[in-house]
């Protein structure tokens, strides 16, 4: 393995079986769904964890160097197109009835309540942040962008929705590229047969379908316009607007991507794009302004306080030090997407450790004290260092 640093970045590690993705993304994405494994798989008490585990990973190595085995046979299939078309409509289909499936009292955790009160709240007149979602008194996280993300599936009848409809956005991009048969099925099976991705599912939770919509448009922004990045300053600033008021994580992926470019641009095309940055983020954001009781209430009751929150100040500080450092290093899509993953993976290990220290593993592993869905940003990222391999060339 070896990095070299100079006005590029070159990345090279070694592989694992023969197989695409490289052992460094295969251990992450083992690394992600373990802590579902530990955390739910302790909660049944037929298989100890520790051979559930076991088990896990050898089906899922075992099945990746069986799909690496027919590689060739993969790519030459004359059918592939619609056995590959079938499959992930039957999943589609199968996710869909899995969420109507679940019964939302069941669940301890409380994504699709706060998506749900920020929706109605809002749909409403009402302010949404001063409302308990439990009797721990936690309210709503939800950034403004994510009722617009939200609505269509609110308006269906379950916000749980979002999250098989997510799956199949991302299925059509992978379906329409032109990857291998084999990339095609390796990622769509990497996801399907994610724990994380199907807690995710079962859950309703919107977190994973946030990373994979932003990873979706950072792909597309970066195919179309990657030879002038501000060829369209006011465009993207309407984007990085909308997805910045979805979690405040994605200033490091967008931070990676853009900082040292916009230094690069002419004045005119710098004004344009932080004037319209800051007119879409009040725009975004009017249907919640617009029901602010007061400023006391605003100060005391709002997202921020709840998403600053989920990391100590000087780990944000560091995280986004390195996006600045990584904005000058990296060069070609892949490399940024393998740079995004490894700050998502450090930075949540990084304060799941620091939550261990202060208050032990019990709590954090099996209680309420640290949310581990986070490591399920993990599986996206994964799956899009797949995608941007230099020698899958893509067309979005």
Same mark, same amino acid.
């Given at each position: 393995?070896?990095?070299h640093?100079?006005?590029?970045?070159?990345?090279?590690m070694?592989?694992?079986?023969?197989?695409?993705?490289?052992?460094?993304?295969?251990?992450?994405?083992?690394?992600?769904n373990?802590?579902?494994?530990?955390k739910y798989?302790?909660?049944q008490?037929?298989?100890?964890?520790?051979?559930?585990?076991?088990?896990?990973?050898?089906?899922?190595?075992v099945?990746?160097?069986?799909?690496k085995?027919?590689?060739?046979?993969?790519?030459?299939?004359?059918?592939?197109?619609?056995? *590959?078309?079938?499959?992930?409509?039957?999943?589609?289909?199968?996710?869909?009835?899995?969420?109507?499936?679940?019964?939302?009292?069941?669940?301890?955790?409380?994504?699709?309540?706060?998506?749900?009160?920020?929706?109605?709240?809002?749909?409403?007149?009402?302010?949404?942040?001063?409302t308990?979602l439990?009797?721990?008194?936690d309210?709503?996280?939800n950034?403004?962008?994510?009722?617009?993300?939200?609505?269509?599936?609110?308006?269906?009848?379950d916000?749980g929705?979002?999250?098989?409809f997510v799956?199949?956005?991302?299925?059509?991009v992978?379906?329409?590229?032109?990857?291998?048969?084999?990339?095609?099925?390796?990622?769509?099976?990497?996801l399907?047969f994610?724990?994380? *991705?199907?807690?995710?599912?079962?859950?309703?939770?919107?977190?994973?379908?946030?990373?994979?919509?932003?990873?979706?448009?950072?792909?597309?922004?970066?195919?179309?316009?990657?030879?002038?990045?501000?060829?369209k300053p006011?465009?993207?600033?309407?984007?990085?607007? *909308?997805?910045?008021l979805?979690?405040?994580?994605?200033?490091?992926?967008?931070?990676?991507?853009?900082?040292?470019?916009? *230094?690069?641009?002419?004045?005119?095309?710098?004004l344009?794009f932080i004037?319209?940055?800051?007119? =879409?983020?009040?725009?975004?954001?009017?249907?919640?302004?617009?029901t602010?009781?007061?400023?006391?209430?605003a100060?005391?009751?709002?997202?921020?306080?709840?998403?600053?929150?989920?990391?100590?100040?000087?780990?944000?500080i560091?995280?986004?030090?390195?996006s600045?450092?990584f904005?000058?290093?990296?060069?070609?899509?892949?490399?940024?997407?393998?740079?995004f993953?490894?700050?998502?993976f =450090?930075?949540?290990?990084?304060r799941?450790f620091?939550?261990?220290?202060e208050?032990?593993?019990?709590?954090?592993?099996?209680?309420?004290?640290?949310?581990?869905?986070?490591?399920?940003?993990?599986?996206?990222?994964?799956?899009?260092?797949?995608?941007?391999?230099?020698?899958?060339?893509?067309?979005?």
């Amino acid at each position: 393995m070896y990095i070299h640093f100079q006005n590029t970045i070159t990345i090279s590690m070694p592989k694992f079986l023969g197989l695409q993705p490289n052992i460094t993304l295969v251990i992450l994405y083992f690394f992600a769904n373990i802590f579902y494994l530990i955390k739910y798989g302790a909660r049944q008490e037929y298989i100890p964890v520790y051979i559930l585990i076991a088990l896990y990973l050898v089906i899922g190595l075992v099945a990746l160097r069986v799909v690496k085995y027919f590689e060739s046979k993969i790519n030459k299939s004359r059918y592939f197109n619609t056995l *590959f078309l079938s499959f992930g409509l039957l999943i589609f289909f199968a996710l869909v009835i899995l969420v109507l499936n679940v019964d939302e009292s069941s669940l301890k955790v409380l994504r699709w309540k706060g998506m749900y009160t920020t929706i109605s709240h809002v749909l409403e007149g009402n302010y949404p942040y001063t409302t308990f979602l439990d009797a721990k008194g936690d309210t709503t996280s939800n950034l403004p962008a994510l009722f617009y993300i939200g609505l269509p599936f609110y308006l269906l009848g379950d916000v749980g929705l979002l999250q098989p409809f997510v799956f199949l956005l991302l299925f059509v991009v992978v379906y329409k590229s032109n990857l291998t048969n084999y990339i095609k099925v390796l990622m769509i099976s990497l996801l399907v047969f994610s724990p994380a *991705f199907l807690w995710e599912v079962a859950a309703k939770s919107d977190l994973m379908s946030n990373m994979v919509l932003v990873s979706l448009f950072i792909l597309w922004w970066k195919s179309k316009w990657k030879n002038d990045m501000f060829k369209k300053p006011v465009l993207l600033s309407f984007f990085i607007a *909308f997805f910045l008021l979805t979690r405040l994580f994605v200033v490091i992926p967008f931070v990676i991507l853009f900082f040292s470019s916009f *230094f690069k641009i002419e004045m005119k095309k710098k004004l344009w794009f932080i004037v319209g940055l800051l007119f =879409f983020l009040g725009l975004i954001s009017l249907p919640v302004l617009i029901t602010i009781p007061d400023l006391d209430t605003a100060i005391k009751f709002n997202p921020l306080n709840n998403q600053t929150g989920e990391a100590p100040w000087y780990l944000s500080i560091l995280f986004l030090s390195l996006s600045v450092i990584f904005s000058y290093v990296h060069s070609s899509l892949n490399q940024f997407f393998k740079l995004f993953l490894l700050l998502t993976f =450090f930075l949540v290990l990084s304060r799941f450790f620091i939550n261990v220290i202060e208050e032990g593993w019990q709590q954090n592993m099996f209680g309420s004290l640290f949310d581990i869905s986070y490591f399920g940003l993990i599986i996206p990222l994964v799956l899009f260092s797949i995608f941007t391999e230099e020698k899958n060339t893509m067309h979005a």
